[in-house]
Structures are given as structure tokens and as C-alpha cells.
């Protein structure tokens, strides 16, 4: 494995991959990640490929930050909304891990977003941050906010994740 630069400042020592399948039964979900963020497991594909990465977890909480660049534009020249969502999406599911208990799992089962500016290459770096509304047994909610460096709000979105142990995961 070999290290590579998410976004300036951001590097993951271990380079691309997945959290080891035995990790999930052995740690809770805010412990693996606080792993990824300390450097124990490399970082996931999506945030190579989209240049953003996890910088914070606490309980029912998860911060990403990332830069919008060239790659990410859409054919009208600016960054395309789907950049956001997918930064929104990683927030808002990681919120939810962040409640587990050892050997459960999640996944997104709906989720809504609202571009309230357009992001550009000009941008810079983004603050995007997820905190969780609601937890029960099955399903979660959670909300987050995509941030540029001012403060200024570029998106929201909210998410409901299903809850549900990581065996009944395809392949678990």
C-alpha cells in the first residue's frame, strides 16, 4: 500500500482500501472510525476520487472536509451537484455509524438534498458536517450541512439510514 493525498494536507498513509471485515464485529462504529481518521485503515476510493476525507467523529457526529476542483465539473463549469450529495451522503451515513454498537451495520435507504449556492473551483476547501436527529433499533435520521471556508452555506441534506447487523450484509 502506498500513500496518496486525498486534498492538500490530507493523506492517507495507507492508501486506498476497506475497514478489515473482522474490525466491524471487534470495534463500535465511532471506534472505526476514529481508526480511519488516526490512520489505521486506509482511506475509502470515494474520497480519493472526489478529493475529501473524514477529519472528525463524536457521538452522533462526523465532519468531512474536501476541495472541489477541475475533475468534478460539470459541463456548465461548475462543480457538479453531485460532488455535494455524495460529501452529504458520507456526513450524514457516518453520523449514524458513529451510534453503532460492535457488529451492527447501515445503509442509506433515503436521503434529500438542497444546493443552496453554486460551488465552484474557486470554492476552496469545504466543511461538510453530520449530526444525527434520530436513532432506534432499525432506522436513524440525520441531518448536515455543507459549509465553504466563510461560513457560507452551499447545501444541506438530510438522510435515513437502516440499521441492521453486519452479517445480513451481502458478503458479511
Known amino acids: 500500500m502506498s500513500e ?56 452522533g457526529r462526523a465532519v468531512f472536509r474536501g476541495l472541489p476542483g477541475a475533475r468534478h465539473l460539470n459541463p456548465l463549469g461548475s462543480v457538479h451537484g453531485g460532488w455535494a450529495a455524495t460529501i452529504l451522503d458520507s456526513a450524514l451515513a457516518c453520523a449514524v455509524q458513529t451510534l453503532l454498537a460492535k457488529g451492527e451495520a447501515y445503509t442509506t435507504a433515503e436521503f434529500k438534498v438542497n444546493l443552496t449556492r453554486p460551488i465552484t473551483t ?17 432506522l436513524a435520521v440525520s441531518e448536515a450541512t455543507l459549509k465553504d471556508r466563510d461560513g457560507k452555506l452551499l447545501a444541506f441534506g438530510t438522510e435515513t439510514c437502516a440499521i441492521f447487523p453486519f452479517a445480513n450484509l451481502a458478503g458479511g
Open 4 to 59: 496518496v493525498e486525498l486534498f492538500p494536507g490530507y493523506v492517507s498513509r495507507l492508501g486506498i482500501g476497506t475497514i478489515p471485515r473482522a474490525d466491524i464485529a471487534a470495534y463500535s462504529g465511532i471506534d472505526l472510525l476514529q481508526r480511519l481518521i488516526d490512520g489505521l485503515y486506509p482511506a475509502p476510493a470515494i474520497g480519493l476520487r472526489l478529493n475529501y476525507g473524514l477529519t472528525e467523529v463524536s457521538e
Open 122 to 138: 474557486k470554492t476552496g476547501e469545504v466543511v461538510c458536517e453530520g449530526r444525527v436527529v434520530h436513532k432506534g433499533r432499525t
